[in-house]
Each structure stands twice: as C-alpha cells, then as structure tokens.
C-alpha cells in the first residue's frame, strides 16, 4: 500500500517593503489600498511618511503626514482617513494634531484634539469618529473622548468611565451600531511597567446617542478582541492580579439592546413600553401608564447622565404626572412597579 501526500496551496505570499523599517504605525484601508502612516524606529524616532499599496497593481506610492509621529489613533469614515495624536519622540513629546487624508481628491486637511495624546483608541460608528483615552506628555492615562462628526465637521468631547491608554490591538471595536472601547490599562513609559489595568468597558451606542458601561470578569492586559455583528469576543490575555496568561474567552451578545446600563447608573435600561409626553418638555410631564401592574406601589427615580440620582420618589396608583424641579438637561426617568421597571430619556428644556 502506498500513501499519497498531496499539498494542496490555495494561496501565496509575496513579499515587499515599506520606506523605513518602523513599527506603530496607523493604518486605514480605501478600496483596493492600504496606507501606512506614519511609525517608529527601534530608537523610537518618528516618521512622516504614510506608505500606500495598491492591491490592484502590486505598486507603492508615498504621501506624508504633517508631522512625524508613532502610536496615532487612526479610523475611516466615508472618503476620509484620520489619523490622530501620537508621539513625536520615544519619551513624552505628544501630538494633538489630526491628519485628515481626503480619498477622492488626494489632499490633506488638519484637525484638533481638545488634548495631546498617545497610544488612543479610535472608532467609526454612524457618520461619528471617536478618539478615545491615550497617554498624556505627563505619562499619565486620560479619559477624554474627541468625537468628530463628518456631516457637520463639529467636535464633542466625552469622557470614559476610567482613564486608560488602550493599549492592546482592536481595543476599540464597531459592532451594531456601537463603538466598545476595552479595559486596556496605563504603560510607565519611564519605568517599562504596567501601573494600571481595568476590567471596564465603554460602549457608544450611536443610534440613541447614549454611553454605557460593562465589564469583564476579570481585569486584563494583552488580550485580542473581535466585533462581529452583534457580538463582541474577547480572548486571552494576561489576568490581573499576578499577570497570568488567560484561556478564557468572553462573547457579549447583544441581539436587541446592550445588556448594560448608562455610565453610573445602577440597573439595566429597559426598552421603553410606555408614553411620557410632553417630550422635550420645561419641567412638568404626563405618562401614559397602561403598560404597568397598577396593583403594584409604583416609583419614580431620576438619573442624570452621569448616574446621579437627583429625584426618588412613591407615586399614588392614579398618579400620570411628575414634577420635575431640575435643570436644562437630559436625563433617564424610570418607573419601578413590582418587578416591572420602564424607563425613557426625557430633556428638560
């Protein structure tokens, strides 16, 4: 008898270079092109230089950012690429400058930061980028969120739940609709240790324009992570305390709504089964209760949008309206009746 061995190849490598060996570097893909910006040397000196293959054609071509720098936050939305913040030098020398790579035209534009950062996360959802947390030049960890809009061209600023840089690869993934930026953690520059690492996870749901917080089972460093329609994966990684090297892995589901609660605010956001109206309204609202078990003693409580609770009130079974002696905000209004619990975004004007 004889056995055949057959090596069956539905694929090739090849192999090319880049300008500079270099490493960090903030990469974006249009089409059949992929650009390279930017990078470091083994030294930790910076490159200007953005690198673009062309799939189709085997070819490179070079453009150039405006300022040589590593460690960028870097996003696609629609024709345009950003690459945002970084580091000018290996030591503490960062960047608020954003890059804006126009596609169709092969042009530069520039954009801010509210704050000079490193080693941030960055997300497309919707027609918003978000360019989350980093590395101050102070070497310590920031919180701030920049988000810019490209219909309008306006920026808002946001904060995550702990400050972080987000380290790991694919720290910040999109999936339905949503941006989920990991725990990640805070890298001494200086002393080459890791100082801090989280087990929180920031979520921007961009259809209602709202954050929330979740978690992992355990604080984590290292990990690999991966946004697949509705569920995010997070494998591996190095467990704190003690830093051991982790097997598990954790999938998020979230088919209809996240499974987890606005920044601050204890409890889970149910899907709204009941009418509040008016809504905007200028501190006085009426609801429609006929989805609640009226048998049941009802409460009223009042978060703003960072988890404060500003009202906690019993409301009379006949009662429909509150009022609301708060100011000009948005804030989550939610009725306990029994083990039913219905809430809704309400904006007093």
Same mark, same amino acid.
């Given at each position: 008898?004889?056995?055949?061995?057959?090596?069956?190849?539905?694929?090739?490598?090849?192999?090319?270079?880049?300008?500079?060996?270099?490493?960090?570097?903030? &990469?974006?893909?249009?089409?059949?092109? %992929?650009?390279?910006?930017?990078?470091?040397?083994?030294? $930790?000196?910076?490159?200007?230089?953005?690198?673009?293959?062309?799939?189709?054609?085997?070819?490179?071509?070079?453009?150039?950012?405006?300022?040589?720098?590593?460690?960028?936050?870097?996003?696609?939305?629609?024709?345009?690429?950003?690459?945002?913040? $970084?580091?000018?030098?290996?030591?503490?020398?960062?960047?608020?400058?954003?890059?804006?790579?126009?596609?169709?035209?092969?042009?530069?534009?520039?954009?801010?930061?509210?704050?000079?950062?490193?080693?941030?996360?960055?997300?497309?959802?919707?027609?918003?980028?978000?360019?989350?947390?980093?590395?101050?030049?102070?070497?310590?960890?920031?919180?701030? %969120?920049?988000?810019?809009?490209?219909?309008?061209?306006?920026?808002?600023?946001?904060?995550?739940?702990?400050?972080?840089?987000?380290?790991?690869?694919?720290?910040?993934?999109?999936?339905?609709?949503?941006?989920?930026?990991?725990?990640?953690?805070?890298?001494?520059?200086?002393?080459?240790?890791?100082?801090?690492?989280? @087990?929180?996870?920031?979520?921007?749901?961009?259809?209602?324009?709202?954050?929330?917080?979740?978690?992992?089972?355990?604080?984590?460093?290292?990990?690999? &992570?991966?946004?697949?329609?509705?569920?995010?994966?997070?494998?591996?990684?190095? &467990?704190?305390?003690?830093? @051991?090297?982790?097997? @598990?892995?954790?999938?998020?589901?979230?088919?209809?709504?996240?499974?987890?609660?606005?920044?601050?605010?204890?409890?889970?956001?149910?899907?709204?089964?009941?009418?509040?109206?008016?809504?905007?309204?200028?501190?006085?609202?009426?609801?429609?209760?006929?989805?609640? @078990?009226?048998?049941?003693?009802?409460?009223?409580?009042?978060?703003?949008?960072? $988890?404060?609770? &500003?009202?906690?009130?019993?409301?009379?079974?006949?009662?429909?309206?509150?009022?609301?002696?708060?100011?000009?905000?948005?804030?989550?209004?939610?009725?306990?009746?029994?083990?039913?619990?219905?809430?809704?975004?309400?904006?007093?004007?």
């Amino acid at each position: 008898m004889f056995l055949i061995a057959v090596l069956m190849t539905y694929g090739q490598w090849t192999y090319t270079t880049l300008t500079q060996a270099k490493s960090r570097m903030g &990469v974006a893909v249009n089409g059949t092109k %992929v650009y390279f910006a930017g990078g470091n040397n083994i030294a $930790g000196s910076a490159y200007s230089v953005v690198d673009v293959y062309d799939m189709a054609t085997g070819d490179w071509i070079q453009t150039w950012l405006s300022q040589a720098r590593s460690c960028m936050g870097a996003a696609v939305a629609g024709d345009l690429a950003f690459f945002a913040g $970084g580091y000018l030098d290996p030591t503490s020398s960062v960047t608020n400058r954003v890059d804006v790579y126009h596609f169709s035209t092969g042009t530069w534009t520039q954009e801010t930061l509210s704050e000079a950062r490193g080693f941030l996360a960055a997300a497309t959802v919707g027609n918003k980028v978000l360019f989350a947390g980093g590395t101050r030049a102070d070497n310590t960890p920031s919180d701030r %969120v920049d988000i810019y809009d490209v219909e309008t061209g306006y920026w808002d600023i946001k904060s995550l739940s702990e400050a972080r840089a987000l380290f790991p690869l694919g720290s910040a993934v999109t999936c339905d609709n949503k941006a989920y930026f990991l725990p990640g953690g805070h890298f001494d520059l200086y002393a080459h240790n890791w100082t801090t690492d989280f @087990n929180v996870i920031d979520i921007y749901d961009a259809s209602l324009d709202l954050w929330y917080v979740d978690e992992l089972s355990a604080s984590k460093l290292l990990f690999s &992570v991966a946004g697949a329609e509705d569920h995010l994966i997070v494998a591996g990684g190095a &467990v704190s305390p003690g830093w @051991n090297f982790s097997d @598990n892995v954790e999938i998020f589901s979230d088919p209809d709504y996240p499974d987890c609660i606005p920044s601050g605010i204890p409890g889970k956001l149910e899907e709204t089964t009941f009418t509040v109206y008016p809504n905007p309204c200028s501190g006085k609202i009426f609801m429609d209760l006929n989805g609640l @078990n009226m048998n049941d003693q009802m409460i009223a409580t009042i978060y703003d949008m960072q $988890g404060k609770q &500003v009202i906690h009130q019993s409301m009379a079974k006949d009662q429909h309206e509150l009022n609301l002696p708060l100011p000009a905000g948005v804030y989550l209004l939610r009725i306990t009746a029994g083990e039913e619990v219905f809430s809704e975004l309400i904006t007093i004007q």
